[in-house]
């Protein structure tokens, strides 16, 4: 039995990366290999209740490949770790058969109080590098979880999630054929959800500004007209403000203005109109 689990785990390492050219290389160069292998050796100490032992041989095994794996997880058939460095798999997690993780992966919890608080993986799931499925929620089969995205809430079967938080994106139907997307990543013309929606606002923002240039050529010889009266209205004053003002001025320079319009000083008699005042006679005594 052993045996034959260790050759269907290498038959799926060669079938799903083209980089394994041989049996012997994926047994002796491949860590998610060795910390699958480690692990059936720790999940037997720890469900014969020999917990510390357990932990210890798990320390191990994250010490020589990179991969922390808890002995109580559950881990199912054909189990592809890629790459491997930095994935965790917690205590309470469950993973179903023909799964594929890559680096960075985490299996981790939402909160911290007893009882089941990781998540539960479908069969055939892809998780891209850099994931993190966070809290006791399920993922369904042949799910696909994109890079870097963080999953809180549960995943539908058939369904790819993307971003963060992660949501669901509109994917063709999968084909009857077994296939893989690597890194979980969809590889049609699909949109992303926040790619949809923006696209969404500028298709309505165009139709706005459609409806506003039909109303405006709609009503603008009216428009037009006011505008130039407007136009006409504001020039008057304009003038009559800069008459206004140059009367204004020339008061100041010739020093007295009477409504608005401009008057000369006051200038010296000329000499034909100074008369000689009478003199005064006293009365003799």
Known sequence: MPFMFLRELI??????????RSDLEVLLCYPGVHAVLWHKLSHALWVRRMRLLGRFSSHIARWLTGIEIHPAAQLG??????????????????????CYLYH??????????????????????????????L???????????????????????????VGMPARPVDRKPLRRAPHFDPYGMPCDDSLDPLLRDLEGLRAELAAVEARVAR????????ANGTVANDTAATGTAATGVAATGVAATGAAATGTAVNGAATS?????????????PALRTPAV
């Open 11 to 20: 038959r799926t390492y060669r079938e799903r990366d083209p980089a394994a």
């Open 77 to 98: 058939r054909r189990l592809v770790i890629d790459h491997g460095m930095g994935v965790v798999i917690g205590e309470t997690a469950e993973i179903g058969d023909d």
């Open 104 to 133: 960075q992966v985490t299996l981790g919890v939402a909160r911290t109080s007893a009882g089941k608080r990781h998540p539960t993986i479908g069969n055939n799931v892809i998780i891209g590098a850099g994931a993190k499925v």
């Open 135 to 161: 809290g006791p929620i399920h993922v369904g089969d042949n799910a696909r979880v994109g890079s870097n995205a963080v999953v809180v809430d549960d995943v539908a079967a058939d369904t790819t999630v």
């Open 215 to 222: 109303l405006t050529a709609a009503t603008g010889p009216v």
């Open 265 to 277: 000083p006051p200038t010296a008699p000329a000499a034909h109109e100074l008369r000689p005042t």
